[in-house]
C-alpha cells in the first residue's frame, strides 16, 4: 500500500472557525465566529507549503502571534490536545501519559483534568457534542472543536519554524561541495524521529474496509512532509522554492522554477531588463 491509499481512506473532516483571536498568548476562536468544517487530507499540500512559509516568515523575525493566527485562519487549530497524549482515550483515565514532556509539564504523565484545563484559558469547559458527530470522530474533539478550547501560539510556532528549518537543511545539503564538517552536520540536524498520532480502523460492512484517523493537523503535515520529501520512487521532492520570491510550493513537475505564472512573468522581465542593460552598456563602450 502506497501513502496516496493512506490519505484516500484518511477521515480529513477538521474545523475551522471564521475568525479567531489571541487570548493570554492562546490562539482561540473569536466570540463571533462561525464555525465550518472542510476536508483537510484534500488540502494538504497547500496546508504543508502554507505552514512551510509561515516558518520561513518565522525565521525572518516575524511576530509569532501574527503568523501563527495567519495559519489558523486558514486551516483551524492544530489539535495539539488530541496530538500529544499516547492514548487517543485519555479523557476517560485519571490520569494522561504524553508522547513527549516539556509541553503542559516536564512529566509524560499528568492529571487528566489538569490537562484539559490547560486547553481552556478562560475556564470554561462548555463544548457543543454534536460536533465530533459531525466530524466523524470520537468525542474528545468535542473539545478540540469548542469555541472555548485554545492552544498556546508557542507550541505553533516552534512547530511551523522546526518544520522549515527541517527543509533549509535539505536545501543545504543538495549543494556541491559541501565541506566533511558540514555534511555530517546536516546529516545530523536532518534526523528526524517522530511519534505521529495515526489509528487505525477495519470494520466489515459487505466486506472489510479499513480507514485511518489523524489525531491532529500536527500528524497530517509531519506525514505530508514526509512523503514529500522522501518519495517512494526516488523522484525529486515535489516540494520547490519559487525562483523569483522564495516561497515554497508543491509542483510534481521536475522543472518547475516558480510559484505562479505572475512571479515566473516578473522574473523574466527583470532578466530582460537587465541583459538589455548590459548590452547598452557594451554598444557604449
Keep these: 500500500m502506497n501513502s496516496g491509499s493512506i490519505f484516500a481512506q484518511m477521515n480529513g473532516n477538521w474545523i475551522r472557525w471564521s475568525e479567531y483571536r489571541i487570548h493570554d498568548g492562546y490562539i482561540m476562536p473569536a466570540e463571533n465566529a462561525l464555525m465550518m468544517m472542510y476536508d483537510a487530507v484534500a488540502e494538504r499540500n497547500e ?144 534526523e528526524l524521529k517522530e511519534s505521529l498520532g495515526l489509528s487505525m480502523h477495519i470494520s466489515f460492512k459487505s466486506a472489510l474496509h479499513c480507514s485511518y484517523e489523524m489525531d491532529s493537523l500536527r500528524t497530517l503535515l509531519l506525514f505530508t512532509y514526509s512523503q514529500a520529501q522522501c518519495p517512494a520512487d526516488k523522484q525529486p521532492s515535489p516540494l520547490k522554492r519559487c525562483k523569483r520570491c522564495g516561497d515554497i510550493y508543491y509542483n510534481e513537475n521536475n522543472r518547475s522554477e516558480f510559484c505562479s505564472t505572475k512571479c515566473r512573468n516578473h522574473y523574466n522581465v527583470v532578466v530582460f531588463r537587465e541583459r538589455h542593460r548590459s548590452d547598452n552598456k557594451k554598444k557604449v563602450k
Excluded at 157 to 167: D, K, N, R, S, V
Design 47 to 190: 496546508m504543508l507549503c502554507y505552514a512551510l512559509n509561515c516558518g520561513r516568515r518565522l525565521a525572518a523575525k516575524e511576530s509569532a502571534e501574527e503568523v501563527c493566527l495567519d495559519f489558523v485562519s486558514h486551516y483551524g487549530v492544530i489539535g495539539w490536545l488530541t496530538a500529544l497524549p499516547a492514548d487517543i482515550d485519555f479523557q476517560e483515565q485519571q490520569v494522561t501519559y504524553l508522547r513527549y514532556a516539556g509541553y503542559v509539564s516536564s512529566e509524560k504523565m499528568v492529571a487528566t483534568k489538569d490537562y484539559i484545563a490547560c486547553f481552556f484559558p478562560q475556564g470554561s469547559e462548555l463544548v457543543q457534542n454534536s460536533i465530533a458527530q459531525l466530524t466523524n470522530r470520537d468525542a474528545v474533539f468535542n473539545k478540540v472543536f469548542s469555541k472555548f478550547y485554545g492552544e498556546p501560539v508557542a507550541w505553533t510556532a516552534t512547530m511551523l519554524l522546526a518544520l522549515y528549518e527541517h527543509y533549509c537543511c535539505g536545501e543545504e545539503m543538495a549543494k556541491p561541495d559541501l565541506s566533511e564538517k558540514m555534511a555530517r552536520d546536516l546529516k545530523r540536524r536532518l
